[in-house]
């Protein structure tokens, strides 16, 4: 037995033990979990760990199990959009809203760059319930109506002075690749990254109208559909798109958000690389950009907050990594070469269910002091 059996030996008898405990907190029925090591990232390790459900009419939990990435299509389906386009020169960070959009900027949002979009200090406000308005158009309407009521939006703060999260923000990110690309933001990840990776089956943005044959992880009940989630969005701004936008609608499989992580870890290392993106541009974005006082935002990326993260007490400052509502979430610690991916339906069936925020903390912290232990 090597030193890396050794450690997912004992990681897995680890996550076991916190696992149990998560389940008899009602944290969530269960989730997988992914874990790479090493320069290159050229071991790696999943796992599954209860059940797909509450409720006994549903599947067991397996690793081909698909769950709603939320918000982890910011960076894993936007972001890596952008950094493509950045290389075609067709975008640049600096380019403004007039610069991106086929709309009438008003002159308060005239400074707003593609940067500060990024970076979540442009001062539009974190979400809009939008979902009621749109579904009352045509869907070939509904982007372009939505587009517009942001764009209509009264900045709550000015354009980087403050940093506040912003869905709205990722919604104006998706609209401009898809103006920029020529194509449907969809269509572009998957030939830009999804495609030459080979994951095209293992990370998805899942449209409402042709969902994917596949096992999912069901999600929240939702008043308004009138039934638990499965296999559609969760995000509803993003059901009224037909599933597809810049800040909700990606679907994966813990080894198709394993993979895609460890071969952006392998670019940043310079061990591995794509055709389609500089791995300078790459870097660039995982860098904490420290324009805003007590900001943790890198270029569509997080780093670990100095108080309270969620991605526990020993992980380096350099490192990157994004949650996603509903209960997905990765860390990337370059200092000790290790990616770490969380993928639970913690809003199954209820979204006022928060107990992960207790959790991942210690599921990172247990990772991490396994491998100190094992490996360092």
Not at 116 to 138: D, E, I, T, V, W
Not at 266 to 291: T, V
Not at 306 to 316: K, V
Not at 343 to 354: C, E, F, K, M
Request: charged residues 25%.
């Amino acid at each position: 037995m090597d030193k890396y059996d050794t450690f997912f030996s004992h990681l897995n008898e680890k996550l076991y033990k916190i696992f149990v405990r998560a389940f008899k907190n009602s944290i969530f029925p269960g989730a997988a979990v992914g874990v790479g090591v090493g320069k290159g990232v050229k071991e790696k390790y999943s796992a599954v760990f209860g059940r797909l459900s509450f409720f006994p009419e549903y599947e067991n939990l397996n690793l081909d199990v698909f769950y709603d990435l939320a918000s982890l299509t910011k960076p894993l389906a936007t972001v890596l959009a952008v950094i493509c386009l950045i290389k075609e020169k067709k975008i640049a960070l600096y380019h403004t809203l007039d610069d991106l959009l086929e709309e009438d900027i008003d002159n308060k949002k005239r400074k707003i760059t593609l940067f500060h979009l990024l970076n979540h200090c442009s001062g539009l406000p974190a979400h809009r319930y939008y979902h009621q308005k749109l579904l009352k158009f045509p869907e070939k309407q509904r982007l372009p109506e939505l587009i517009s009521f942001i764009c209509a939006e009264p900045l709550i703060y000015e354009t980087g002075k403050l940093s506040v999260y912003s869905d709205l923000g990722f919604m104006l990110i998706g609209r401009i690749v898809e103006i920029k690309s020529g194509k449907k933001l969809d269509e572009y990840i998957n030939e830009k990254i999804y495609v030459p990776l080979g994951l095209e089956n293992d990370i998805f943005f899942n449209k409402v109208d042709k969902p994917r044959e596949v096992i999912y992880a069901p999600a929240a009940y939702c008043p308004w559909r009138k039934k638990i989630i499965c296999g559609a969005v969760h995000d509803d701004n993003c059901f009224a798109l037909g599933g597809v936008a810049g800040h909700a609608g990606l679907f994966g499989n813990i080894k198709g958000v394993l993979n895609l992580l460890c071969f952006l870890f392998a670019c940043w290392q310079e061990e591995a690389g794509l055709a389609s993106f500089n791995n300078d541009d790459l870097r660039e974005f995982f860098k904490k950009q420290d324009i805003v006082k007590n900001s943790s935002w890198a270029l569509g990326f997080d780093t670990p907050s100095a108080r309270g993260s969620s991605a526990g007490n020993y992980i380096f400052p350099s490192s990157v990594g994004h949650l996603g509502f509903t209960g997905t979430s990765f860390w990337i610690d370059p200092v000790r070469e290790l990616v770490m991916v969380l993928l639970t339906n913690r809003i199954h069936p209820d979204p006022a269910n928060d107990k992960i925020k207790q959790f991942r903390p210690v599921f990172h912290d247990t990772i991490v002091d396994v491998l100190d232990k094992d490996l360092r």
